[in-house]
Nanobody
């Protein structure tokens, strides 16, 4: 069974930074893509960023220029570096891995942004 474990969330002030990690229990390069989603209370889960096995990246417009997704194949870990955090970036951040049309989710890590 594939396990994804997110970490790195916490409380940060507006303008601050956090780096989220997603540790994958299997060889990360075997997945077609690793994605970060977030969900704020009362809102739908939304795609924030993704990185493919070929290291192509995608970012939601709301985070372009502030967030960076990356992966370390040796560590089987994906990262989301979040800078210049805003109130609207708060929520639970989930990691998703996709392989052969099957997706796997972590349990999420909470990000809280305060003034």
């Amino acid at each position: 069974q594939v396990l994804l474990v997110e970490s790195g969330g916490g409380l940060v002030q507006t303008g601050g930074s956090l780096r989220l990690s997603c540790a994958v229990s299997e060889t990360i390069s075997t997945f077609d893509a690793i994605e970060w989603y977030r969900q704020a209370p009362g809102l739908q889960r939304e795609l924030v960023a993704s990185i493919t096995s070929g290291s192509m990246t995608y970012y939601a417009d709301s985070v372009k220029g502030r967030f960076t997704i990356s992966r370390d194949d040796a560590e089987n870990t994906a990262y989301l570096q979040m800078n210049s955090l805003r109130f609207e970036d708060a929520g639970v951040y989930y990691c998703r891995a996709d392989r052969f049309y099957v997706d796997y989710w972590g349990r999420g890590t909470q990000v809280t942004v305060s003034s």
